[in-house]
């Protein structure tokens, strides 16, 4: 606080600290109470809120975890966030680590463009073509038919096809903040350690993931958080068995017509990502301000 009125000044400093808050309470702190409000509520007719009836209840909570399919989708959710993050650190992080030490300027930014384009149509799009792409007569069975690995055709949707997508849509969410920290590591420091016999498994475990771990922290908290919350790429990709919890918290709000209860479930979902990411942060021994920078 005292560098930023050092840097803009008494009133210019004053200003962008009441527009962080007022952004800060409109949009962070106001839609979460209204959430928190509406999930201690029961599930009431318009004449009845404010009667007897409309009373503080955790009756919507007591519904999810009462609720053995609820339950089992939602720490199913957890856990396959938990592997749509560690399958996209393992897809970018020796993406992250050949654009920033390896491969000449040239190459690293058309890799950049390369990876940024598709980005450019909208997210809805990106997961139809992987539709189009996955489906029972799309490309990849027609390669793998020609091509002999399988007899027949492969029904890809489910729980690989929202993995598959979800890989794709926020891969660069782990791989900017990868190449970032990377980038940043003294090369001499690498050629030291090979010139001195180290494997590249060592110099790996050794010198760049630890000064890269601010990065992978950033990357995984941002694509775990962006996996929990996802809907589209469930909703496409998906099969009966591979429902996301984010699909029942639409289904509570827009076909059930039952905002409280749908309230308390997105409610359970903040809380646990929450606590995931503050376990990835002590894991990767960064604080919140790492991830900031």
């Known amino acids: 606080m005292h560098s930023l009125f050092a840097r803009f000044g008494t009133g210019l400093g004053a200003l962008i600290v009441a527009l962080v808050a007022a952004w800060l309470v409109s949009m962070v702190l106001a839609p979460n109470l209204m959430m928190l409000d509406f999930s201690l ?3 009431l007719m318009p004449a009845q809120v404010g009667g007897p009836d409309d009373h503080y209840t955790l009756e919507n909570f007591a519904a999810l975890f009462g609720d053995p ?7 199913k959710t957890i856990w396959a966030s938990a592997l749509v993050m560690v399958t996209t650190l393992a897809v970018t992080y020796p993406i992250a680590y050949w654009m920033a030490k390896v491969a000449s300027p040239r190459a690293a930014a058309l890799t950049v463009a390369a990876l940024i384009i ?7 799009l990106r997961t139809l073509a992987w539709y189009i792409l996955l489906a029972f007569a799309g490309p990849l069975n027609a390669v793998l038919l020609w091509l002999g690995v399988i007899n027949q055709p492969v029904r890809w949707f489910g729980d690989f096809g929202v993995l598959a997508g979800m890989v794709y849509a926020y891969i660069l969410f ?8 990377v980038s940043t590591l003294d090369t001499a420091q690498v050629e030291a350690a090979r010139n001195l016999g180290a494997s590249t498994i060592h110099i790996h475990r050794r010198i760049v993931i630890p000064h890269a771990k601010a990065g992978i922290a950033t990357g995984c908290v941002f694509t775990f958080m962006l996996a929990a919350g996802s809907y589209v790429a469930p909703a496409l990709l998906g099969a009966p068995g591979s429902r996301w919890f984010t699909e ?7 076909e059930g ?15 646990l990502c929450m606590l995931v990411v503050l376990a990835a942060l002590k894991l990767f021994r960064v604080n919140l301000a790492d991830v900031a920078k």
Do not use: K
Not at 118 to 124: C, H, R
Not at 248 to 254: L, R, S, V
């Open 41 to 43: 509520h029961p599930n």
């Open 69 to 75: 399919v609820h339950r089992a989708i939602f720490f």
């Open 118 to 124: 598709p980005f450019w149509i909208n997210e809805v």
């Open 174 to 181: 782990m791989l900017f903040p990868i190449y970032n920290s």
């Open 248 to 254: 029942i918290i639409y289904n509570w709000f827009f």
């Open 257 to 271: 017509g039952n905002w409280n209860r749908g309230a308390a479930y997105a409610l359970v979902l903040l809380a």
